[in-house]
């Protein structure tokens, strides 16, 4: 017989069929579960940049490392090693000049010559009431030694001896007086002649030929002007905080415009040992070798101390105090980025930036310029201005910090 067929016969699926639709099915799962999950991770990262957009921005100091010693430039003033006003001693009129600004004198040596005519008649009136006053002693000495004579006879009382005796004396000393009369006019005549005080240059002269001349000093202005500038003094006026800081015999660097990238040294001779009470600052005098005389007096230059190091100190910008009714604090941040306040004690004002006293961990950076709002505690952003700067913050921030920052489109 034949074999019949039913209609409703049913067959097995096979077995990679079965494989495939799991295949399908585990893919599905995967793809919704990797979405989710990525889902929220932007959602955490939109959240994580949302929050550090809302962070206050601070901006750190560049700190320097440990110095071995503190530079401090100071202006300065160059002033002659010896400077001398000349002014007349006699009054008259210049007759001659003999030497002119810049030209090298010796001591001694004639620099101008006066006409002095009422001098010169003083001086014959002088002489003339001397021999006078010599002709006069000669007579009374003489009358004296006649009535002492008369004496010995008593022919003359003892009262008119003495009163011979009495007038030769008198006479005697208007001799003296007149005598010292001459000598000073001649002293003065020797004034006739202006010469140099010291060796050195002539760096002013205010006089010419036939230029009326008064003597003293309150009568005008000087004849000429010498300095001596083989060597030249230095003075400065540190601050206060610098005083104790000083040492004798301490050599200075000083640099003046005309002649840049040269330096010049300069030994201290004194210190004035008291402080200005106006501007708080010490005097101080250098001396500066100038026998080349490159350096000229009366210019000002920059002088460069070299200190040691305080250990201890630290120097920030002026802008990176706080202060407070406790004292100046410090504002600072370390890896974790959270702000701490830190008490400090100024050691000195140098105008824009201050030295100050503060102990600091190896992570910590100063904040300049921090805001009033600031608080101890405080999560803050760190402004980038440099890529060592970038480096520092990036090795002090926490690791969560750090792997949400790199995930960031």
Do not use: C
């Amino acid at each position: 017989m034949d074999d019949i067929h039913s209609p409703l016969t049913v067959r097995r699926p096979a077995k990679h069929l079965l494989t495939i639709i799991m295949v399908i099915a585990a893919v599905a799962v995967g793809i919704f579960v990797g979405g989710f999950k990525q889902r929220m991770d932007d959602q955490k990262i939109l959240a994580a940049a949302k929050t550090e957009g809302a962070l206050i921005t601070v901006a750190t100091v560049a700190l320097e490392g440990q110095r071995d010693t503190e530079k401090l430039i100071l202006p300065g003033s160059l002033q002659a090693y010896y400077s001398a006003p000349i002014y007349a001693r006699v009054s008259g009129y210049l007759k001659s000049w003999k030497l002119d600004i810049g030209d090298d004198v010796k001591a001694g040596q004639v620099l101008a010559e006066i006409e002095t005519p009422d001098l010169d008649q003083q001086l014959k009136q002088a002489v003339a009431n001397m021999e006078s006053a010599k002709a006069n002693a000669k007579l009374a000495e003489t009358t004296a030694h006649r009535w002492r004579n008369l004496l010995k006879t008593d022919s003359v009382s003892a009262q008119e001896v003495d009163e011979k005796n009495g007038d030769y004396a008198a006479k005697r000393a208007f001799v003296v007086a007149a005598q010292a009369n001459v000598d000073r006019l001649l002293a003065l005549e020797a004034f006739k002649r202006i010469t140099a005080p010291f060796d050195g240059v002539i760096t002013s002269r205010h006089t010419d030929i036939g230029a009326l001349i008064n003597a003293g000093h309150q009568s005008g202005k000087e004849l000429f002007m010498i300095s001596d500038v083989h060597k030249l003094r230095l003075y400065v006026t540190l601050p206060q905080n610098y005083a104790a800081r000083i040492k004798p015999d301490m050599v200075v660097q000083v640099d003046v415009p005309e002649y840049p990238g040269k330096h010049f040294s300069a030994k201290l001779l004194g210190t004035s040992e008291s402080v200005n009470e106006s501007s708080g600052t010490m005097l101080m005098q250098f001396e500066v070798e100038n026998s080349s005389r490159e350096l000229l007096p009366g210019e000002y230059g920059s002088v460069t101390f070299i200190f040691p190091a305080n250990e201890k100190s630290l120097r920030i910008p002026a802008g990176a105090i706080l202060y407070k009714k406790e004292g100046p604090f410090i504002a600072v941040v370390a890896g974790n980025r959270r702000v701490m306040f830190k008490r400090v004690e100024i050691l000195s004002d140098l105008g824009t930036s201050l030295e100050i006293a503060v102990a600091l961990n190896v992570n910590e950076l100063v904040i300049n310029n921090p805001p009033e709002s600031l608080m101890e505690g405080d999560l803050v952003k760190l402004k980038m201005t440099n890529s060592a700067e970038q480096k520092t913050t990036a090795s002090s921030m926490t690791p969560n910090a750090a792997s949400k920052t790199k995930s960031q489109p």
